[in-house]
Protein backbone atom coordinates (compact mmCIF):
# COMPACT_ATOMS: atom_id res chain seq x y z
CA UNK A 1 0.00 0.00 0.00
CA UNK A 2 1.10 3.80 -0.39
CA UNK A 3 2.99 5.01 2.56
CA UNK A 4 4.25 8.32 2.92
CA UNK A 5 7.13 8.86 5.58
CA UNK A 6 8.20 12.48 6.83
CA UNK A 7 11.55 13.12 8.83
CA UNK A 8 13.83 16.10 9.35
CA UNK A 9 11.23 18.10 11.91
CA UNK A 10 12.97 19.22 15.15
CA UNK A 11 13.69 22.61 17.21
CA UNK A 12 15.17 25.69 15.38
CA UNK A 13 15.41 29.58 16.49
CA UNK A 14 13.56 31.94 14.35
CA UNK A 15 15.59 32.76 11.78
CA UNK A 16 16.67 29.01 11.27
CA UNK A 17 16.71 26.85 8.56
CA UNK A 18 15.21 23.12 8.51
CA UNK A 19 14.61 20.71 5.79
CA UNK A 20 11.85 18.28 5.60
CA UNK A 21 11.84 14.99 3.56
CA UNK A 22 9.16 12.57 2.89
CA UNK A 23 9.76 9.32 1.33
CA UNK A 24 7.27 7.55 -0.96
CA UNK A 25 6.75 3.48 -1.44
CA UNK A 26 3.74 1.93 -2.90
CA UNK A 27 3.26 4.28 -5.54
CA UNK A 28 4.28 4.97 -9.20
CA UNK A 29 5.62 8.26 -7.34
CA UNK A 30 6.17 10.33 -10.41
CA UNK A 31 2.35 10.21 -11.32
CA UNK A 32 0.89 11.90 -8.07
CA UNK A 33 1.32 15.64 -7.35
CA UNK A 34 2.74 16.08 -3.73
CA UNK A 35 2.24 18.91 -0.91
CA UNK A 36 3.14 19.76 2.36
CA UNK A 37 0.84 20.87 5.10
CA UNK A 38 0.58 21.84 8.52
CA UNK A 39 -1.23 22.01 11.53
CA UNK A 40 -0.88 23.95 14.46
CA UNK A 41 -2.20 23.00 17.82
CA UNK A 42 -5.88 24.57 17.97
CA UNK A 43 -5.80 24.79 14.06
CA UNK A 44 -6.88 23.22 11.07
CA UNK A 45 -4.83 21.88 9.36
CA UNK A 46 -3.60 24.23 5.58
CA UNK A 47 -1.67 24.16 2.68
CA UNK A 48 1.73 24.74 2.86
CA UNK A 49 3.13 24.22 -0.91
CA UNK A 50 2.38 22.00 -3.38
CA UNK A 51 4.22 20.38 -6.42
CA UNK A 52 2.50 19.06 -9.60
CA UNK A 53 4.46 15.40 -11.26
CA UNK A 54 6.05 17.67 -14.08
CA UNK A 55 7.63 20.10 -11.08
CA UNK A 56 5.09 22.86 -11.23
CA UNK A 57 5.02 24.52 -7.39
CA UNK A 58 2.45 26.59 -5.44
CA UNK A 59 2.77 28.29 -2.06
CA UNK A 60 0.86 29.66 0.24
CA UNK A 61 1.50 33.60 1.07
CA UNK A 62 2.62 33.02 4.21
CA UNK A 63 5.28 31.30 2.89
CA UNK A 64 6.45 32.82 0.17
CA UNK A 65 10.08 33.53 -1.00
CA UNK A 66 11.07 31.52 2.34
CA UNK A 67 10.13 27.65 1.77
CA UNK A 68 10.59 25.74 -1.39
CA UNK A 69 9.08 22.55 -2.11
CA UNK A 70 11.16 19.95 -4.55
CA UNK A 71 10.93 16.38 -5.78
CA UNK A 72 12.88 13.97 -6.98
CA UNK A 73 10.78 11.18 -8.89
CA UNK A 74 13.66 8.77 -9.27
CA UNK A 75 14.19 8.59 -5.36
CA UNK A 76 10.73 8.96 -4.87
CA UNK A 77 11.19 11.83 -2.18
CA UNK A 78 9.63 15.42 -2.00
CA UNK A 79 10.94 17.83 0.93
CA UNK A 80 10.73 21.51 1.88
CA UNK A 81 13.33 23.82 3.00
CA UNK A 82 12.48 26.19 5.35
CA UNK A 83 14.20 29.41 5.78
CA UNK A 84 14.11 32.27 7.71
CA UNK A 85 11.79 30.56 10.39
CA UNK A 86 9.15 32.12 12.32
CA UNK A 87 7.79 30.97 15.63
CA UNK A 88 4.05 31.06 13.75
CA UNK A 89 5.57 27.96 11.49
CA UNK A 90 5.07 26.02 14.35
CA UNK A 91 3.21 23.01 13.12
CA UNK A 92 3.17 19.25 12.91
CA UNK A 93 4.51 19.44 8.84
CA UNK A 94 2.27 16.52 6.65
CA UNK A 95 3.42 15.46 3.42
CA UNK A 96 0.57 14.53 1.19
CA UNK A 97 0.40 12.68 -2.54
CA UNK A 98 -2.31 13.13 -4.48
CA UNK A 99 -4.18 11.77 -7.75
CA UNK A 100 -7.32 11.87 -10.31
CA UNK A 101 -8.31 9.06 -11.85
CA UNK A 102 -11.24 8.77 -13.95
CA UNK A 103 -12.57 11.63 -11.70
CA UNK A 104 -11.73 9.61 -8.46
CA UNK A 105 -8.82 11.27 -6.02
CA UNK A 106 -6.58 9.32 -4.63
CA UNK A 107 -5.66 10.51 -1.11
CA UNK A 108 -3.06 9.56 1.06
CA UNK A 109 -0.89 11.42 3.94
CA UNK A 110 1.89 10.85 6.03
CA UNK A 111 2.24 10.62 9.88
CA UNK A 112 3.65 14.10 9.95
CA UNK A 113 6.74 15.74 11.78
CA UNK A 114 6.68 18.62 14.14
CA UNK A 115 8.16 21.75 13.74
CA UNK A 116 8.83 24.30 16.41
CA UNK A 117 10.52 27.44 16.07
CA UNK A 118 11.65 28.98 19.22
CA UNK A 119 13.87 30.91 20.99
Known amino acids: QVQLVESGGGLVQPGGSLRLSCAGS????????MGWYRQAPGKQRELVAT???????NYDDSVKGRFTISRDNAKYTVSLQMNSLKPEDTAVYFCNAFRFVGGSKFDYWGQGTPVTVSS
Open 51 to 57: IGSTGSS
Open 26 to 33: GMIFSLYA
